[in-house]
């Protein structure tokens, strides 16, 4: 644009400066604002959600997201959100490789969960829980107290909903999709993920499914998977029948004794945490009372991270994978050890 010459009279000089003030304040509104910073109320908000018991109104999208336990980190990472996220804490183990470039962009709060005073230094303005020990309440981390410091919370709804299944992605997607205000993104991943479940049962028609004992960990008794949560939905889906399927948990303690008595064909051990699969192999081979258990005697082990076993992106690869494992004559000579 020209600038008026010092001949233009005052009052044309007024005109044009105003006109020039007005254009600069629109183009800041429309270069980092968005529909915030000009009034306008984004497109899908105000959104509300009730999610585990806690009901919350967003009138824009979060823009200082903080993270706590990988399955949730991945899902923020699977729907394109990296720039949204002021934060994360917490892995299991690896992050998927294909989300590891944006994930090395975010900053780790703690290796674990951090303190209170360490994720409001994060300045967040949104907190996505993976388990409900990221909402502490002993450490002051309660979705309540978060609240009350101007900060709105979700928790991964595998922790409040019976009956866990593909179905109960979805709607974690979804919401998450609508809370960020990228719900086609959302519709985009659910497509792509239920073309690979289509895919991977395909393969698997007319398998007759083999039995399955989840070890997750556990000495004088045995924590494993039981029927209500998503694992159980990965072993079925897999060609597995859940042993422990008629336990009303995701996870729970189970005696050794039932273990022997159910008689497991193979045993899916979840590999995360301090104690390698190695050792939790050795703890069921070295145990004379498991010594006759098919899965035992036979060493018929597969694995699976702790990460691919809740509900999170990884579900359709985690089907996969375990289907090879548990039927390796399916199309895959990868097989069970």
């Known amino acids: 644009m020209n600038r008026p010459g010092p001949a233009a009279p005052r009052g044309a000089r007024c005109a044009v400066l105003v006109s020039l003030l007005l254009i600069s304040l629109t183009a800041c509104a429309g270069s980092g604002g968005g529909a915030a910073k000009s009034g306008r109320s984004a497109e899908g908000f105000p959104y509300t959600v009730t999610n585990c018991g806690v009901k919350t109104t967003f009138t824009e999208p979060p823009r200082r997201a903080v993270t706590m336990n990988q399955h949730v980190t991945e899902i923020m990472l699977a729907l394109g959100l990296q720039d949204r996220m002021a934060g994360t804490a917490y892995l299991d183990d690896r992050i998927l490789p294909r989300y590891a470039k944006a994930y090395r962009g975010i900053k780790v709060l703690a290796k674990k969960y951090p303190s209170k005073e360490a994720l409001l230094a994060a300045n967040p303005d949104f907190v996505y829980g993976g388990y409900a020990s990221a909402f502490d309440k002993t450490e002051g981390r309660e979705r309540a107290a978060l609240t009350g410091s101007g900060v709105k919370t979700r928790l991964n709804v595998e922790n409040c909903t019976k009956d866990v299944g593909v179905s109960t992605l979805h709607r974690e997607i979804r919401e998450i999709g609508r809370t960020f205000g990228v719900p086609r993104r959302a519709e985009a991943l659910i497509r792509k993920q239920d073309r690979q479940l289509a895919a991977t049962a395909r393969r698997l028609k007319g398998t007759e499914r083999t039995p399955v ?54 045993v899916v051990i979840y590999d995360y945490g301090g104690t390698t699969v ?12 498991l010594a006759d258990v098919p899965a035992v005697k036979h060493r018929r082990f597969a694995v699976l991270p702790l990460s691919s076993a809740v509900l999170g992106p990884r579900v359709p690869d985690a089907v996969d994978e375990l289907a090879r494992q548990l039927h390796p004559g399916q199309g895959s000579d990868d097989g069970a050890e």
Request: net charge positive; no cysteine; glycine share 10%.
């Open 213 to 266: 004992f989840v070890y997750d960990s556990g000495d004088s008794s045995a924590f494993t998977a039981g029927g209500k949560g998503i694992g159980n939905e990965i072993l079925h889906r897999a060609g597995g029948r859940n042993v422990f399927a008629d336990v009303d948990k995701n996870f729970a303690d189970v005696s050794w004794e039932k273990v022997v008595q159910r008689k497991p064909e193979v």
């Open 278 to 289: 190695a050792q939790k192999k050795k703890r069921l081979l070295d145990d004379p009372a």
